[in-house]
Each structure stands twice: as C-alpha cells, then as structure tokens.
C-alpha cells in the first residue's frame, strides 16, 4: 500500500515537470559567460537564488576563498606563421618563449625517450590537455605542451591535479605553459616540422593565465523532510561556465531549479530533506566549490548526508544513450529504476572517475550519477567546453526527460521509508576487489585476514537485507534500519574509493577500486628484493591493517544492529 501511494505521488511529481520552464531557466542562466568568481556568474547565482525563494525555499548564499584559474590569452608562430590558440586554468604562465617544437606520438614516447633522456625542446601532441601527460613531459624536461584537438574547436580544460584548493603540499600543477590548437592548424604544425631538418621547427608562444585566490559562491536550500528531517539528500551542480556553457552546466543548473519547484509542491510526501546545492569553482578551480563545501561542513556530512546526487550537462540535442550514466554498486538500482520509471532505455552503469565535484566520498556519502545522458558516440557532445556550448543544442523533450530522470531519483531517496542503497553491492565489489589483490600480491602480503573479514562481511550484510525484506517494520525499526545504512556507507565509501585520509581530498584522475591497495599491481611487477619491492611491501602491509580493521568496524555495526533488533 505504502509502495503504491508513493509510486502515485512520483507520477504527480513528474507530471508537474515544465518543458517550457525549463528552457526559460536555462535561457536566463545561460545569457551570460559565467567564469568563477565573476559578476556575471553571481547574477546567475542571483537569478537561482530568487527563484528559489519564490518556491517558499530559504536559501543562503555564501562566500569563501578558492584558488582560482582564468586563461586569459595565447600566442602561437610556428616557422614564423600565426595560429590560434588557447591557453588553459592553471597552465604555467609566459611572457614569450622561443625554442624548437617537435611532434611527439605519445604512444611511442616511452620507446623515443628512455628513463634519463631530456626533450629539451616544446612537443605538439595528440589529444585533450590533461595532468597525466603534462606530468609524463614535464618530468622529461618539455618546455610547452600544444595539444591537437580532434576537431574544428578547441576544449577548454583545467590541466592541474590538484582537487579544490591547494595545501602546502601539493604540487600537482605545471611548471609549463600548456596551449590547445584545434585539428587543421594542428596538423598543418605537424608538416611545417615534417618538412624541417631534425624534425623539429622553431615555435614562439605567450600565454597569460590569471591564478590566485578569489571569493566564490556556493548557494544551498532545502525542502525539510518530514520523518527523518535531519537526514538529506545532496543534490549538487556547478554554476560556473566555459564559454555561455548552455549545456555546461545551464541545462543541468535548469533541472535543479525545476525540480525544487516541484518537490516543493509535494513536501509533505518526502521522508528525508532535499539540500540542493549550487557552486562554483568547478571549471577553474577543480572542484573548488564542493571541495570547499565538502571541507567547512564534513561532519554534518557525515553525521546526516545520505547520498550524493550530481548533475551535469543534460538535455543535449541528440543525447540519447542513458545506459552509461556513472554510478556507484549500492547507487545502481536507485539510478535504474529512476531511468525505467521514465523510459525504456536499458541501464548498464559506468563507475566513477575521479572527477565531477564527487568531494563528498570521504564524509562517506555514497554517489549517483554525474552526467546522465549521452551522445551515440559518447561523452557530451562535440561542442562540450568550447564557444559553441550554446541554447541551439538544447532539445526541450530531452531536457524534460532528463529532468523527470533526476526528479524521479531525488524523490525516490527522499521518500522511500527504507534508505534506496543496497549495501550487499557495495561489500561485493569490495570483495572481488580484494581478492584481486590478493591474488597479485601472492605470498608477499598476508591477506587472508581481510578476505575473511569480508566474507563475514558479506554475510551480516545479507542478513540484515534479509531482515528488512522480509516485511514491513515498525517505524522505530525503519529508523534503526537506516540509521546502519548510513553507517555503513561511511565505512564502505572510503574503503572503497578514498586513497588517502578521509578527511582530505585524493588528486583527480583516473580511479580504481580500493585505491589503498592499488600498490599491489606494482608489488607484482616489481623485482623481489629490489628497493622498489621492499618500499611497496611496506606501504601495502600498512594499508592492509588499516582496511582490515575498517572492515571489523563495519562488521560490529551491523552485528550490533542484529542484536538490537532480535531484542526488540
């Protein structure tokens, strides 16, 4: 009964979804270029912030310090001819630089250039500006990076890896100027260096990148739940922009006040709150706005967030695969059936990246989706970070569609009396991770104490879902219940997806599962009793204490949630 009438309600909610609202939301936030910290994207901070309001919401809005990145300017002659070019956020900044430039095929580099061999010389090369190849070249002593976008524009890109802002440790940013071409100059640069003696051919460039520390930003309100008011859903996305950035992120930014409008209607139908979040930062300061967020309000995080949902560049004309929207293990059938209750389109699921304003994992919230829907070729779209990213390539239909997407996962959070995250998925990937690095490790870590733990694990963990599915529970039982599911996440989330402390933030990225023991993959390729061998075995001998004893910790708390309830 209690299914039935919360499926009726979700109906009415996504019934009130407003096709011609949206657009006229996202035209208004998309009519100016919103680049962090700037007037313009403080009138669209504004522009939210009054419509917030007039749904009956209390907002408020704050400011706090962000290390923030703004290209400004790029120069570029190659053999004495002018090209266009861009420079990127956080890319080294210069006056003029002269030197000789070479085509790089990053594929081959490492057979070119062994360890100890210096470029010495600025390199053209293939692809988007990234950290991990700025970091790879810089190492071997390039003076410039020129990216070749494959394209007719270039993609503007934060090129450190630094996540939020800054400590007096991290050196995650380049100490070279990085530019970005598009595809025809890049390769017209590639045979004026062809047609050159040596292979190389003399460059000149100058790029001007404003960084240092600006005031940002961050807009919260919340629709009180009215059960567990104290618990709330994050619904989180950036507000600052590339460019007019009407896909990145305006449309998703239109989703989010559309749906706040909604829920506000249907409040009294929400178990848990629903704190929507606005930042800044996310473009040219890598996350600055969450991370920040993440920092001045970890323990409330901690103590009440029950899932992280994130959004971004949605409602693209053409954007029809769903399938591969990120998700977590224990998010998965949250992110499904908010897709099947709005189309047909089969969900398949793609892990999480080290990106997308996910700074919320060490709190231990547990994540679902970033983006949503798709290009047929994938990602977002060939206009996705450039001039281009304009309100012609919104489609209102598919705009609408998305909206009843993330309207029907943040209502299903919010309501459903039993917390939507099913821990088992989260223990089973957990499991299969760990015996993965067993495996590799072989007898040069012990890692039988864990593989045990986890299988005890895992067999708590399916009682205490056998309980719950058995029937319904009185409501001092259901608050039982989701109270050890949300302790839970704040065990299995950083286990499975924090490196480092809990309390800080791993650099963006790549990202594997279980990052604490990732060293494992290079103890097995390491030479045994090498200095290399003996430096990892150490680390890995470390980790594995500290993930075996979160794992006992996460093993007590539902183990004590079993007593309670055989008690009662």
Same mark, same amino acid.
């Given at each position: 009964?209690?299914?039935?009438?919360?499926?009726?309600?979700?109906?009415?909610?996504?019934?009130?979804?407003?096709?011609?609202?949206?657009?006229?939301?996202?035209?208004?936030?998309?009519?100016?270029?919103?680049?962090?910290?700037?007037?313009?994207?403080?009138?669209?901070?504004?522009?939210?912030?009054?419509?917030?309001?007039?749904?009956?919401?209390?907002?408020?809005?704050?400011?706090?310090?962000?290390?923030?990145?703004?290209?400004?300017?790029?120069?570029?002659?190659?053999?004495?001819?002018?090209?266009?070019?861009?420079?990127?956020?956080?890319?080294?900044?210069?006056?003029?630089?002269?030197?000789?430039?070479?085509?790089?095929?990053?594929?081959?580099?490492?057979?070119?250039?062994?360890?100890?061999?210096?470029?010495?010389?600025?390199?053209?090369?293939?692809?988007?500006?990234?950290?991990? #190849?700025?970091?790879?070249?810089?190492?071997?002593?390039?003076?410039?990076?020129?990216?070749?976008?494959?394209?007719?524009?270039?993609?503007?890109?934060?090129?450190?890896?630094?996540?939020?802002?800054?400590?007096?440790?991290?050196?995650?940013?380049?100490?070279?100027?990085?530019?970005?071409?598009?595809?025809?100059?890049?390769?017209?640069?590639?045979?004026?260096?062809?047609?050159?003696?040596?292979?190389?051919?003399?460059?000149?460039?100058?790029?001007?990148?404003?960084?240092?520390?600006?005031?940002?930003?961050?807009?919260?309100?919340?629709?009180?739940?009215?059960?567990?008011?104290?618990?709330?859903?994050?619904?989180?996305?950036?507000?600052?922009?590339?460019?007019?950035?009407?896909?990145?992120?305006?449309?998703?930014?239109?989703?989010?006040?559309?749906?706040?409008?909604?829920?506000?209607?249907?409040?009294?139908?929400?178990?848990?709150?629903?704190?929507?979040?606005?930042? $800044?930062?996310?473009?040219?300061?890598?996350?600055?706005?969450?991370?920040?967020?993440?920092?001045?309000?970890?323990?409330?995080?901690?103590?009440?967030?029950?899932?992280?949902?994130?959004?971004?560049?949605?409602?693209?004309?053409?954007?029809?695969?769903?399938?591969?929207?990120?998700?977590?293990?224990? #998010?998965?059938?949250?992110?499904?059936?908010?897709?099947? #209750?709005?189309?047909?389109?089969?969900?398949?699921?793609?892990?999480?990246?080290?990106?997308?304003?996910?700074?919320?994992?060490?709190?231990?919230?547990?994540?679902?989706?970033?983006?949503?829907?798709?290009?047929?070729?994938?990602?977002?779209?060939?206009?996705?970070?450039?001039?281009?990213?304009?309100?012609?390539?919104?489609?209102?239909?598919?705009?609408?569609?998305?909206?009843?997407?993330?309207?029907?996962?943040?209502?299903?959070?919010?309501?459903?009396?039993?917390?939507?995250?099913?821990?088992?998925?989260?223990?089973?990937?957990?499991?299969?991770?760990?015996?993965?690095?067993?495996?590799?490790?072989?007898?040069?870590?012990?890692?039988?104490?864990? #593989? $045990?733990?986890?299988?005890?694990?895992?067999?708590?963990?399916?009682?205490?879902?056998?309980?719950?599915?058995?029937?319904?529970?009185?409501?001092?039982?259901?608050?039982?219940?989701?109270?050890?599911?949300?302790?839970?996440?704040?065990?299995?989330?950083?286990?499975?997806?924090?490196?480092?402390?809990?309390?800080?933030?791993?650099?963006?990225?790549?990202?594997?599962?279980?990052?604490?023991?990732?060293?494992?993959?290079?103890?097995?390729?390491?030479?045994?009793?090498?200095?290399?061998?003996?430096?990892?075995?150490?680390?890995?001998?470390?980790?594995?204490?500290?993930?075996?004893?979160?794992?006992?910790?996460?093993?007590?708390?539902?183990?004590?949630?079993?007593?309670?309830?055989?008690?009662?």
């Amino acid at each position: 009964m209690a299914e039935l009438q919360q499926q009726t309600e979700l109906n009415l909610v996504l019934h009130e979804i407003n096709r011609d609202l949206l657009l006229e939301y996202n035209k208004e936030i998309a009519k100016e270029i919103r680049l962090s910290g700037s007037e313009e994207e403080l009138r669209a901070f504004r522009y939210i912030q009054e419509q917030l309001e007039s749904f009956g919401l209390t907002t408020e809005l704050t400011f706090n310090e962000a290390y923030i990145s703004i290209p400004l300017r790029a120069e570029l002659w190659v053999g004495g001819s002018s090209f266009k070019a861009i420079t990127h956020s956080m890319s080294a900044q210069v006056e003029q630089l002269n030197t000789e430039l070479r085509f790089l095929d990053l594929e081959q580099v490492d057979e070119n250039f062994k360890e100890g061999q210096r470029i010495n010389s600025a390199v053209i090369v293939h692809g988007l500006a990234n950290w991990t #190849t700025i970091h790879r070249l810089q190492q071997q002593g390039v003076k410039a990076i020129i990216f070749i976008n494959s394209g007719a524009y270039t993609h503007e890109m934060i090129v450190s890896s630094v996540w939020g802002n800054p400590t007096r440790e991290d050196d995650g940013y380049p100490a070279i100027p990085v530019l970005s071409v598009n595809k025809a100059d890049g390769e017209q640069i590639k045979s004026l260096i062809s047609v050159c003696d040596g292979d190389s051919v003399e460059v000149t460039l100058h790029a001007e990148v404003r960084t240092g520390w600006v005031k940002i930003p961050t807009l919260i309100a919340e629709i009180r739940g009215m059960v567990e008011p104290e618990s709330f859903i994050l619904f989180s996305g950036h507000v600052d922009s590339w460019h007019y950035g009407a896909m990145d992120n305006g449309s998703a930014n239109a989703v989010m006040v559309e749906v706040a409008r909604v829920l506000s209607l249907h409040r009294h139908s929400l178990r848990r709150s629903v704190r929507f979040a606005f930042w $800044s930062g996310h473009s040219h300061g890598r996350y600055a706005g969450s991370a920040l967020y993440s920092d001045l309000h970890w323990e409330d995080l901690q103590e009440n967030g029950v899932l992280h949902i994130n959004i971004d560049s949605v409602g693209a004309k053409g954007a029809s695969d769903l399938a591969a929207a990120n998700t977590m293990a224990e #998010t998965k059938g949250l992110c499904e059936q908010a897709i099947r #209750t709005v189309t047909y389109e089969p969900f398949r699921g793609s892990p999480f990246g080290r990106s997308g304003d996910q700074s919320f994992w060490g709190a231990g919230l547990p994540s679902a989706f970033m983006g949503l829907s798709y290009q047929p070729q994938g990602w977002f779209g060939w206009w996705w970070h450039t001039t281009e990213d304009t309100l012609d390539k919104i489609d209102r239909d598919v705009l609408a569609r998305d909206c009843k997407v993330y309207a029907a996962a943040v209502y299903h959070a919010a309501s459903s009396p039993i917390i939507p995250i099913d821990q088992r998925s989260a223990v089973q990937t957990l499991s299969d991770r760990i015996g993965y690095y067993a495996e590799l490790a072989g007898e040069h870590i012990d890692f039988s104490h864990i #593989t $045990s733990r986890v299988q005890h694990l895992q067999a708590v963990t399916d009682r205490f879902y056998e309980r719950v599915e058995r029937g319904s529970l009185p409501n001092t039982s259901v608050r039982e219940v989701n109270r050890t599911i949300l302790a839970l996440s704040r065990w299995l989330v950083p286990i499975n997806y924090v490196q480092g402390s809990r309390y800080d933030h791993d650099l963006a990225g790549s990202h594997v599962l279980v990052p604490a023991l990732a060293e494992a993959e290079q103890l097995a390729a390491a030479t045994e009793g090498s200095e290399a061998f003996y430096r990892l075995r150490t680390s890995l001998v470390r980790q594995v204490n500290r993930i075996g004893y979160e794992i006992k910790q996460a093993i007590l708390l539902v183990a004590e949630s079993e007593r309670h309830a055989h008690s009662n």
